[in-house]
T-cell receptor
Framework: EAQVTQNPRYLITVTGKKLTVTCSQN?????MSWYRQDPGLGLRQIYY???????DKGDVPEGYKVSRKEKRNFPLILESPSPNQTSLYFC?????????????FGQGTRLTVV | AQSVTQLGSHVSVSEGALVLLRCNYS??????LFWYVQYPNQGLQLLLK??????LVKGINGFEAEFKKSETSFHLTKPSAHMSDAAEYFC????????????????FGTGTQLKVEL
């Protein structure tokens, strides 16, 4: 089954404790992105990757890191989480960066930073 | 830069009534437009997309949307609401990120929560 898998689904952590949210897709998609969803703000792009070893900042990259060492994986790293990073996070992948391609989303990771 | 405006963060309809969710876009180039749906505790899934082939686009679960260039709109409709349609709906626009082959960026609206009442 074609899917994007994120782990964990729920995470509660303390300020400053490094964490990683994993994302994996099994569709051989080139393009992957991370979004955060906040009430009243919709989804905002954090980082994206056009292919292995090619990443770039989205609209809200501060406080986040990503890497793309393999095509299928695109982890999101919070080196020193802060309470304002409490949010719902989604990973998405598309076959290419073309404009009419459908994005496939993971189930989301609800992160709480206390 | 492209943007999307969804009018009404919450819409409530009776079961069997018409659903109308509004979306207006801004784009410097001919846009690709999408509607995604998010059911509780799930990720987003594609309802339908406009890619310039036809202005009236039919999607899953009886939804459709009409692209109106003169109004820069892409409103989502369904003739008869069902309880299972209760979800959050996002309009999105895809446009080139920048010159130089950077691919397209998907920009989302702020979402509309649809409530369906008996």
């Amino acid at each position: 089954e074609a899917q994007v898998t994120q782990n964990p689904r729920y995470l509660i952590t303390v300020t400053g404790k490094k964490l990683t949210v994993t994302c994996s897709q099994n569709m051989n998609h080139e393009y992957m992105s991370w979004y955060r969803q906040d009430p009243g703000l919709g989804l905002r792009q954090i980082y994206y990757s056009m292919n292995v070893e090619v990443t770039d900042k989205g609209d809200v990259p501060e406080g986040y890191k990503v890497s793309r060492k393999e095509k299928r994986n695109f982890p999101l790293i919070l080196e020193s989480p802060s309470p304002n990073q409490t949010s719902l996070y989604f990973c998405a992948s598309t076959l290419t960066g073309g404009g009419n391609t459908e994005a496939f989303f993971g189930q989301g990771t609800r992160l709480t930073v206390v | 830069a492209q943007s999307v405006t969804q009018l009404g963060s919450h819409v409530s309809v009776s079961e069997g009534a018409l659903v109308l969710l509004r979306c207006n876009y801004s784009s410097s180039v001919p846009p690709y437009l999408f509607w995604y749906v998010q059911y509780p505790n799930q990720g987003l899934q594609l309802l339908l997309k406009y890619t310039s082939a036809a202005t009236l686009v039919k999607g899953i679960n009886g939804f459709e949307a009409e692209f109106k260039k003169s109004e820069t709109s892409f409103h989502l409709t369904k003739p008869s609401a069902h309880m299972s349609d209760a979800a959050e709906y996002f309009c999105a626009v895809s446009a080139p990120m920048a010159a130089g082959g950077g691919g397209n960026k998907l920009t989302f609206g702020t979402g509309t929560q649809l409530k369906v009442e008996l």
